[in-house]
C-alpha cells in the first residue's frame, strides 16, 4: 500500500515536471520573438503541438535585411543537428511554403523534425509576390542575397535561434539541396565552411556562367514539339537501355550511349516520328560540349533528358542574363563569344554565384564532408558538367578527395522524376558520415508511387562512376544489380 502511493506521487510528480517542462519551453519559444537573433527580426515564434510521429516544435519566423524570410523550426527531441534547407529556380519563397515541391534525396521535413534536426530555409532574399521570376535580379541587394548572402544571413539568425532556445550550439550542421539549393550547398561550404560540417549538393547549378550562356545557346529547341522530343527520347532508350544488362526503360549506362539522332532523319515529310536536318542540328549542339570560338570548354554536353524541359530555356536563359547579368530586360542581340566574359565577370566577379574550387578543396581538406548527386535524365542542367566541375574540385582537393562522394542516379530527371530510381535519403547518408565516420558507398534508392507512397522498385545507387548492373533475379530488387565501372568512364 504504502509502495504503491509512493509510486503513485513519483509519477505524478513526473508528469507535473514534464508538464512544467512542457510549459516552459512553450514560454521559451513564444520569448524568441521579444528581441532580434542574428541581425533579423522576429515575426512570429509559437510551439506546434505533436502530431502523429511528429514531436512538438517551436516555429519562428524571421525577416532581415531587404527582403529575406527566414522560417525555423525548433523540435522538442533536437539531437544537436542542424539542417539548412536551400531554395529552388529564382527562389522567392521559403521551403517550407507549400508549393516548395519534396525533393527525392532528403526525408519529408515531419521525419527530420522526428529524427532530432532543427530546420531552417529562407527565401533567397526576395519575394516572389513582389517580385516574379527573374524581376528581383535588377535590384543589386536582392541580387546578391539570392547569389549567395541569404545563405549567410539564414544560418547565423538559425544558430542564434537556436543558442538562444536550447542554451547550446547545434553540434553537427549540414545544408541540403536541389537544383539551385544544389549551387546552395556549394556556396554554403565556399563562402561559411566554419558553418557546416557536411552538404548535400543535388542536380545543382553550380556553373552558373556555363549554363546560363547554355540556355540562351539552346533556345532554338524550344521549337522541337513534344513529339519529336518523345521520339528522340524513346530511340535513345531503345537503343541504350540493355547496355546496364536489362531492359527496363532506364539508361543505367548512360556513359555506353552512344546514340546518334542523325538515324532519325526525315525520309519524306517531317512529322513528329523523325527529325529533318535542321533538328538534328539542334540536338547534336545541344549533346556536344558547349565551346568558345578558342576552344574553352564552358559547359558540358547534356543527357538524354535535355530536351524535354526545352520551353523553360526561354525564362531561364534571359532570366539570368538578360535581367541578372546585363540588367536589360529587353536586351535581344544574343552573341555567346561576345557576351560570355560579361557574364564569368558579372555572375562570378560581383556577385559571386558558383562556389569557387580553391574555397571548396580547402573545404574538403579540413576534414569536412559533401555529397554530390545529379540524374542522368535531367531535363535543365546538365550531369556531364555536373562530373566535371566535382573533378576540378576533387582534384585541386589532394587528399581531400576522400571527403567528397559523388552519385549519377540512372533515368532521373531534375531533382527527381524521369523512369529512374529517384528517392534516396543522403540526408542521412551525410550524417552517417559526419557523425559516425561511415563513408557512404553503395546507397539504396527506390522508386515510389507519389500518390500511395508504395515502393514499386529498388536500384542500388552507385559511387561514381559505377552504375547498376543487372546480375540475375527480381529486377525490381536491387540485390539483383551489382555496381559496375563502364568500359570507359566520364572523368573529363
Ligand atoms: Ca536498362
Known sequence: M???????????????????????????????????????????????????????????TATAGEQTDIEVRLPDNWKKRFLHLGGGGFDGITPFDPTFPPLPVEPPYDNLLQQGYALAGSNGGHRATQYPGPTFALGYTLAQDYAYTAIGTT??????????YYGERPKYSY????????????NA???????????????????????????????????????????????TVAECDALDGLKDGIISNWAAC????????????????????????????????????????????????QLNWAYAYGILGPGFVDWLTLRNPSYSSWNLNQE????????EGAYACSGETDALAKYLNSGKKMIVWHGSDDTLLSHYDTIRTFYDVVRAAGPGRENAQLYVAGGVSHCGGGPGADTVDLVSAITDWVEQGQVPGRLLASKVNPQTGEVLFTRPLCEYPKFPYYIRGNPNDAVSFR??????????
Open 155 to 164: 544560418v547565423r539568425v538559425a544558430k542564434a535561434l537556436i543558442g538562444a
Open 340 to 347: 560570355f566574359p560579361t557574364i564569368v565577370e558579372v555572375l
Open 189 to 235: 561550404a565556399a563562402k561559411y565552411p566554419n558553418w557546416y560540417d557536411g552538404v548535400v549538393a543535388a542536380s545543382p547549378s553550380r556553373n552558373m556562367p556555363g549554363l546560363s550562356a547554355a540556355w540562351m545557346q539552346f533556345m532554338p529547341a524550344m521549337a522541337l514539339t513534344p513529339g519529336k522530343v518523345a521520339t528522340l527520347y524513346n530511340a
Open 2 to 60: 504504502k509502495i504503491a502511493k509512493i509510486v503513485i506521487i513519483v509519477v505524478a510528480a513526473f508528469f507535473i515536471f514534464m508538464a512544467y517542462r512542457g510549459w516552459a519551453q512553450a514560454d521559451i519559444c513564444t520569448d524568441l520573438a521579444l528581441q532580434p537573433y542574428g541581425g533579423a527580426t522576429i515575426t512570429s515564434a509559437a510551439m506546434v503541438p505533436p502530431n502523429g510521429g511528429t514531436p512538438a516544435y517551436c516555429r519562428v
Open 483 to 492: 555496381c559496375k565501372n563502364p568500359e570507359i568512364p566520364i572523368f573529363y
Open 258 to 305: 552512344t546514340f546518334d539522332p542523325a538515324s532519325l532523319l526525315c525520309k519524306g515529310t517531317s512529322n513528329d516520328s523523325c527529325l529533318t536536318e535542321q533538328e538534328i542540328a539542334i540536338v547534336k549542339m545541344i549533346q556536344s560540349n558547349l565551346t568558345l570560338s578558342d576552344g574553352r570548354l564552358i559547359y558540358s554536353r547534356t543527357g538524354v533528358g
Open 175 to 186: 545544408f541540403v539541396g536541389c537544383s539551385n539549393g544544389g549551387r546552395g550547398a556549394f
